[in-house]
């Protein structure tokens, strides 16, 4: 079965400080990948896309951004935080439009 | 820009109760999904439903689509207190078919 991971679960870091977040997806292959940020008491908000190693598409222009290094491996990166970028991080995968898409467990970021 | 519009946005209701929650969207859809968040965790994926189906079932979940009226509705039948969560819709209404949440309805299950 699929399995989709997601890491660190919390993280706490200053502004103006680097981030790396990563997600990985098993049990899979060439899966179309998401990064939604859902601030508090708010619905999701679509970071990036990407439906293949290499190919990203941004919906939000900001300063994150991500990388697919791998098929099954999505990293959402920024490299000077604000305060704004506080949220809670979901990587999603589905396998195509027509299909369930399905979340990960989310990083709870805090930008102090 | 916002797809899927639940209502209400809280709702609370005693346990064995039934609970109701409804989502509109503006434009064409090809599914819609509904997903289950419980406080500060990830979205549990509940039931997608096509275009083409108008009622589908998964344990005491019921959900509706009713294309004419953009509209569907989840139903949970004889509640329970670890049924309290945000529940969303979500359509592929994006530009490119991605998905589109809307703010969720909040809903309490007291014991």
């Known amino acids: 079965s699929q399995t989709i991971h997601q890491w660190p679960a919390t993280l706490v870091q200053p502004v103006g400080s680097p981030l790396s977040l990563e997600c990985t997806v098993e049990?899979?292959?060439?899966?179309?990948l998401y990064w939604y940020r859902q601030a508090a008491g708010r619905g999701l908000q679509l970071l990036f896309y990407?439906?293949?190693?290499?190919?990203i598409s941004s919906e939000v222009p900001q300063n994150l951004s991500a990388s697919r290094p791998q098929d099954r491996q999505f990293i959402l990166s920024s490299k000077k935080l604000l305060l704004s970028d506080s949220g809670f991080y979901l990587c999603?995968?589905?396998?195509?439009?027509?299909?369930?898409?399905?979340f990960g467990p989310g990083t709870r970021l805090t930008v102090t | 820009s916002q797809q899927g519009e639940e209502d209400p946005q809280a709702l609370s209701i005693q346990e064995g109760e039934n609970a109701t929650m409804n989502c509109s969207y503006k434009?064409?859809?090809?599914?819609l999904q509904w997903y289950r968040q419980n406080s500060g965790r990830g979205l549990v994926h509940l039931i997608l439903i096509r275009s083409n189906e108008r009622e589908k079932h998964s344990g005491r979940l019921r959900v509706t689509l009713d294309t004419s009226k953009k509209s569907s509705s989840l139903l949970i039948t004889a509640s329970r207190a670890a049924d309290t969560a945000s529940y969303f819709c979500a359509t592929d209404g994006g530009s490119q078919g991605n998905l589109i949440f809307g703010k969720g309805t909040k809903l309490s299950v007291k014991p």
């Open positions: 049990g899979t292959s060439n899966p179309n």
């Open positions: 434009t064409s859809i090809n599914n």
């Open positions: 990407s439906v293949g190693i290499g190919q």
């Open positions: 999603a995968w589905r396998m195509g439009f027509a299909y369930e898409q399905y």
